[in-house]
């Protein structure tokens, strides 16, 4: 019985030992190691959440841009000639023209519209006017009524002659004129 006895005092600390150590490895770190990813996805929900509040924060900001940006469209808007389809802004691009030149006494003698060209989004519609203005004067308020005008004109060819060398008051001008339109 002895043996016995000196068996189960080896063996009784063994078994404790080896259940403790069982119990630490199966139970102690799992329950730690899902303590640990409970605190990192924590973490990382809390960082998202910062994020979160930091972008509603900087809303006001971001909606002050966006009201900017638009004013400034608006304002780009207004130096393009809005029309749906090339024709038509052709055909307003004719009628400032017309106005101009009217406005300042002369008469148009022909007038053709080019081909567009092309700038991504943006078209260039050109249009050719074969005028006749009464004098010098006439042909310079044509000319700073058509760049001062409020959707941009460009003026890309000007050929001014005198009509009759005898008598040099009308003048014949030919005009190759431009500007931008968002047609399509």
Known sequence: M????KLS?????VIVALA????YQYVYMAVSSEIASLRE????RMGTLERYVNLIAERPALEKKVEALRERRVTEASKIIEAQTLSI???????IVKGSI????GSIASERVEKPDDLGKLKVVNVSVDAVLPDTRALSDVLFTLESHAPYIV??????????FRDPRELMVKLRIAALTGGK
């Open 102 to 105: 009217t406005g300042a006494g």
């Open 89 to 95: 802004a052709a055909a307003t691009l004719e009628t």
């Open 9 to 13: 005092r080896v063996a009784l600390p």
């Open 2 to 5: 002895k043996s016995k006895s």
């Open 41 to 44: 996805r924590q973490a990382a």
């Open 155 to 164: 003026i890309k060819e000007m050929d001014s002659r005198v009509r009759n």
């Open 20 to 23: 403790l150590l069982v119990a």
